[in-house]
């Protein structure tokens, strides 16, 4: 199984382009989250979802959009990138919330 | 208010040391709660789930205070292998909250 896996690793951009960063896991996950994690600041739910087609906005939702049309797919699309958009962005994803999550390896963020 | 508070430290321990760390939450009615690790430029990974009763994994041990709203992981005999970001999570109505972690640095 590969797990939670997110592409890209890395990515540099530009201020107001748009881009989507990809999350798959092969686990057959119901539950599904993106997080952002800045120094000092912990990791910050974006969005989440508990399962295919159903969505919803974590703490932080501001410039991001998801989508859910499959189980295994979430990705977390930026809009318009600002420079406090700069970040590194995790995907993970859970059968549940008695099991904890299992996270994919994460997608370092530059806007400049 | 923020769900989930822990002490950033960082805490420097010679090896062999026992540590403790402890976090609070807020939500009285949280479900699940758990200990990560993240070591620096990795993504978390867990650690174990914590249970009323207490739990023992190895050299670690969690407890939980659901009347004082508090967890706790205890690290006996420590390596620099523990060296890390612990974090502390907690589960609610769909969610999964971190705490900011707390920095273990383990001394030779």
């Known amino acids: 199984n590969a797990g939670v896996t997110q592409t890209p690793k890395f990515q540099v951009l530009k201020t107001g382009q748009s881009m989507t960063l990809q999350c798959a896991q092969d686990m057959n996950h119901e539950y599904m989250s993106w997080y952002r994690q800045d120094p000092g600041m912990g990791l910050r739910l974006i969005h989440y979802?508990?399962?295919?087609?159903?969505?919803d906005q974590g703490e932080v939702p501001n410039g991001y959009n998801v989508s859910r049309s499959t189980t295994e797919d979430f990705p977390l699309r930026l809009l318009s990138a600002a420079p406090s958009q700069t970040s590194v962005y995790f995907c993970?994803?859970?059968?549940?919330?008695?099991?904890?999550?299992?996270f994919g390896s994460g997608t370092r963020l530059t806007v400049v | 208010r923020k769900e989930v508070e822990q002490d950033p430290g960082p805490f420097n321990v010679p090896e062999g040391a026992t540590v403790a760390f402890n976090c609070t939450y807020s939500n009285s009615a949280s479900q699940s709660f758990f200990w990560y690790r993240q070591d620096c430029r990795k993504e978390p990974k867990l650690l174990m789930s914590?249970?009323?009763s207490g739990n023992e994994d190895g050299r670690f041990t969690a407890q939980l205070n659901r009347a004082s709203q508090y967890i706790s992981l205890l690290i006996r005999d420590s390596k620099l292998s523990d060296s890390a970001t612990y974090l502390c999570?907690?589960?609610?109505?769909?969610?999964?909250?971190f705490g900011s972690g707390t920095k273990l640095n383990v001394k030779p």
């Open positions: 979802s508990v399962g295919a087609g159903i969505t």
């Open positions: 999570v907690v589960y609610n109505f769909n969610k999964f909250y």
């Open positions: 914590v249970y009323s």
């Open positions: 993970a994803s859970s059968y549940g919330g008695a099991l904890g999550y299992t």
